[in-house]
């Protein structure tokens, strides 16, 4: 039997402390098992879940309503899986300081030691931030609190609206409800690919995290910063030019050094990875709100083969471009 805890903790989403339950609940259910291709010599997946924080008194949850817990945090001493849900933010749109003590960071650091998966979702990721799992690790949040984490965390690889990132176990995604991805994920590391799959078509959720850049407001990081506002530009003006880090390090009248640490500073992505980024949402831009086709579109922004585009889109937007054209015809 896997035993999964979910750290609850004040100001926490009461969506993600009950629902990362009720949808671990339904993964074991029997009928969701009779689903999978089992063989009667394996055991069904019956995770144990237990609601935990440091003292295991009563917390008062994002909307000031008391919520109870199963257990403090000194009585387990072995899980397979720790979740960290987000938090409702304060007034400036961050998660509260600090978020956890010193004995809810010792416990979790023990649990990263021993080897159990450490997740954070949304703003719960900074709990992993506070208790050290994330320092040199790839891990995101969701897209509004980005330079939040950097700021709070200097020393982790955080990945500007990225979709989950799993980093040697430190499972992190952004967005508030996504408890659902990360909670799926577990399911698959635990309990196999098919009983994860199986429990999304029940919950009628999808398996696979989607890009945060499809949501994020058009200009919201650029507008924060000159640099990465004329970086964005001239990557835009360069319509049927393939793009390389030298020529926009010429254009910015910077060494490629230089353009480099700046992106990573400020988005934590490569040269490469930016411009693709910049050229990849304005494509989504355009296959909306254009007639071009695909390849039409694909050569109006430097590729020069359309495969290269497809395989990159498919990568950033967790779809093909021909499917995210469709959704002009759906809204």
């Known amino acids: 039997m896997n035993t999964i805890v979910i750290l609850c903790l004040n100001n926490a989403l009461p969506s993600g402390l009950m629902g990362i339950k009720d949808l671990l609940a339904l993964s074991g259910l029997h009928f969701v098992q009779q689903g999978t291709h089992r063989t009667t010599n394996e055991s069904a997946w019956e995770p144990k879940v237990i609601l935990a924080n440091q003292d295991g008194d009563s917390i008062i949850d994002g909307h ?15 899980c397979d899986a720790v979740l960290v849900p987000g ?8 998660p509260p300081t600090p978020i956890t003590d010193s004995l809810t960071q010792s416990w979790l650091a023990a649990r990263h030691k021993q080897g159990a998966l450490v997740c954070g979702s949304c703003s719960g990721v900074f709990a992993l931030g506070e208790a050290g799992i994330l ?15 950097k700021q709070r965390f200097p020393r982790a690889n955080a990945i500007w609206a990225s979709a989950l990132v799993d980093d040697a176990k430190v499972v992190t ?17 635990l309990a196999g690919a098919e009983t994860a799959r199986i429990t999304a078509d029940f919950a009628v959720v999808d398996t696979i995290p989607k890009s945060q850049a499809l949501y994020v407001p058009e200009g919201y990081q650029t507008s924060k910063n000159t640099f990465l506002s004329n970086a964005e530009y001239a990557i835009r003006k360069a319509y049927y030019k393939p793009m390389s880090a030298g020529d926009l390090a010429g254009i910015m009248s910077v060494s490629e050094r230089t353009l480099n640490r700046k992106l990573k500073e400020l988005t934590g992505q490569t040269p490469k990875s930016f411009i693709d980024g910049i050229r990849i949402r304005h494509a989504c831009t355009l296959l909306i709100t254009s007639n071009k086709s695909v390849k039409e579109i694909a050569y109006s ?11 990159l889109f498919k990568r950033e937007m967790k779809m093909t471009p021909s499917s995210y054209q469709q959704l002009k015809t759906v809204s």
């Open 301 to 311: 922004l430097g590729y020069s083969d359309d495969s290269v585009f497809r395989r």
């Open 64 to 78: 000031g309503r008391s919520f109870d817990v199963d257990s403090d945090l000194d009585a387990i001493h072995q």
């Open 135 to 149: 320092n040199n690790k790839r891990c995101t949040t969701t897209w509004w609190l980005h330079d939040e984490l």
């Open 173 to 189: 995604a952004g967005g508030p409800l996504s408890w659902v991805d990360i909670t799926l994920h577990i399911v698959e590391k």
């Open 87 to 94: 938090f409702i933010p304060n007034a400036e749109g961050c």
